[in-house]
């Protein structure tokens, strides 16, 4: 940021994302978002272990949603993988996050979920600006600007002779 008291009517502002102000923040951010997933999920496996019966309620009550039956079946039908899936995978969402590693794959399951949120909320009696809305555009801001490269351990997979040979891996990592 260039901000010049001697031409106070130029205001030339420059944001460079690999700047250390922009690492630093995405760092932090990347970080919190673990701990925010991680927490959510921590807490469900010390409160209900794995069968957390919540998920498929909460699946099952979708009715009225734009997803319409989907969820409602899912939430009757795969119960079995839902109880133990949703504190599982809302940890390991949140450890990757907070470490930097497999950052746009995990981010790629929060969006998943903050899209499940999202949608399940269809009443939007918070409006469509929500706080899921919100957590979904935290996940999505992590895959765009690959916030695992910034202090994340994602910078250091990233160098191995494992992705060196199979490029492609980047777009997990990052």
Same mark, same amino acid.
């Given at each position: 940021?260039?901000?010049?008291?001697?031409?106070?009517?130029?205001?030339e502002?420059?944001?460079?994302?690999?700047g250390?102000?922009?690492?630093?923040?995405?760092? /932090?951010?990347?970080?919190l978002? $673990?701990?925010?997933? @991680?927490?959510? &999920?921590?807490?469900?496996?010390i409160e209900? !272990? +794995?069968?957390?019966?919540?998920g498929?309620?909460?699946?099952?009550g979708?009715?009225?949603?734009?997803?319409?039956?989907?969820p409602?079946?899912?939430?009757t039908h795969?119960?079995?993988?839902?109880?133990?899936g949703v504190?599982?995978f809302?940890t390991?969402?949140?450890?990757?996050?907070?470490?930097?590693a497999?950052?746009?794959?995990a981010?790629?399951?929060?969006v998943?979920? /903050?899209?499940?949120?999202?949608? $399940?909320?269809?009443? @939007?009696?918070? &409006?469509l600006?929500?706080s899921?809305?919100? !957590? +979904?555009?935290?996940?999505?801001?992590?895959?765009?600007?690959?916030?695992?490269?910034?202090?994340g351990?994602?910078?250091?997979?990233?160098?191995?002779?494992?992705?060196?040979?199979?490029?492609?891996?980047?777009?997990?990592l990052g």
């Open positions: 940021m260039a901000y010049q008291p001697e031409t106070r009517l130029k205001n502002f420059a944001f460079e994302a690999d250390p102000l922009a690492a630093y923040w995405m760092a /932090m951010l990347r970080v978002t $673990g701990w925010w997933f @991680f927490h959510a &999920g921590v807490t469900k496996l209900d !272990g +794995l069968a957390f019966t919540a498929p309620a909460y699946l099952k979708m009715t009225g949603t734009a997803l319409g039956p989907i409602v079946w899912t939430g795969l119960a079995w993988l839902i109880e133990p504190p599982l809302e390991l969402i949140g450890l990757a996050l907070m470490v930097g497999l950052t746009r794959l981010a790629f399951g929060g998943v979920f /903050m899209t499940l949120f999202w949608v $399940g909320n269809a009443e @939007f009696g918070h &409006g600006v929500n899921d809305l919100m !957590g +979904l555009l935290l996940f999505v801001t992590m895959i765009v600007l690959a916030a695992g490269r910034y202090y351990l994602d910078a250091i997979i990233e160098k191995t002779r494992l992705v060196n040979a199979h490029p492609k891996l980047r777009y997990l």
